[in-house]
């Protein structure tokens, strides 16, 4: 087996479609608004963002262009990620790569949360990327075939990478994520959220988000950022200053995009961060 860390290595990084007539696939809503998914996934351009320099690195999201035989021939590794809605898909593009002799491995919330589910592909990846990427990319250089790596330890968020946002086509989305917090202190029956990233609430610097966002300002990006992906006021003095200094940044710079986000009703209670 070619030793995936010591030569030039071929990684895809693929979302694959979402079933049509489910609540995640609205094409015919975001065509009617000129785009042609909602967002990329946020969590694949972590993980490129966390692989070795010398690996060469696609992404594609079947939403947005069709997953070719070609791009699955050229990949040496192919990793797939998704929620469990989109099982399925997930199953047949391990398929279609197992087919080419290609190692496929498969994360998200979806393995995260039903990892028995996604048993066909090589390796199985739960929880948080920061906690599992390295230890699979050790045994991926000492020539391992398979595995489930299950993240044990909370990320720490001062030490996150910036997504590579430039893999992504990002005209053709409606917004783009940037993740801000993980983990909520509240179990809303209707969040998985909380079962992977816990109830305790980590979050990013104000340096941290602003360097984000100046990483898409100078992409060309401009228009929606939604802050994710948890409850934004998890951490209300974190909010508070994150918020502070993107307003800042936004003025200095002309205001080149709008957000939306997620929080918990008491976000009424906080004058501050409401103006």
């Not at 699955?72 to 929620?83: E, K, Q, R, S, T």
């Not at 087919?99 to 979806?110: C, D, E, H, N, T």
């Not at 391992?144 to 790596?149: C, I, K, L, P, Q």
């Amino acid at each position: 087996m070619k030793n995936l860390l010591t030569g030039p290595t071929r990684c895809l990084l693929v979302r694959p479609v979402f079933l049509e007539n489910t609540f995640y696939n609205l094409s015919n809503v975001f065509r009617l608004l000129g785009a042609r998914s909602a967002a990329p996934s946020l969590g694949l351009l972590v993980v490129a963002a966390m692989l070795p320099p010398h690996w060469q690195v696609r992404y594609i999201d079947a939403d947005v262009e069709p997953l070719t035989p070609e791009d699955l021939a050229w990949a040496d590794i192919v990793m797939v990620g998704g929620i469990s809605p989109q099982l399925e898909p997930m199953l047949a593009v391990v398929r279609q790569a197992h087919a080419l002799g290609k190692l496929a491995v498969v994360g998200g919330s979806g393995p995260s949360l039903q990892p028995e589910l996604f048993g066909e592909a090589d390796f199985v990846v739960t929880g948080e990327a920061e906690g599992v990427i390295p230890k699979l990319l050790e045994d991926l250089g000492k020539g391992v075939r398979s595995g489930v790596y299950r993240s044990t330890e909370m990320a720490d968020l001062s030490r996150a990478v910036i997504p590579r946002y430039e893999l992504a086509k990002l005209d053709q989305y409606l917004f783009v994520g940037l993740g801000f917090t993980r983990g909520c202190p509240f179990s809303c029956e209707f969040c998985a959220q909380v079962e992977i990233f816990g109830k305790k609430t980590r979050a990013k610097s104000a340096t941290q988000i602003v360097a984000e966002m100046q990483e898409l300002y100078d992409l060309g990006y401009r228009g929606m950022i939604d802050i994710g992906y948890d409850n934004l006021i998890g951490d209300i003095a974190r909010a508070e200053e994150v918020l502070t200094a993107m307003a800042a940044w936004g003025r200095a710079h002309g205001h080149p995009f709008h957000f939306s986000t997620e929080a918990t009703m008491n976000l009424a209670r906080q004058e501050k961060l409401l103006c």
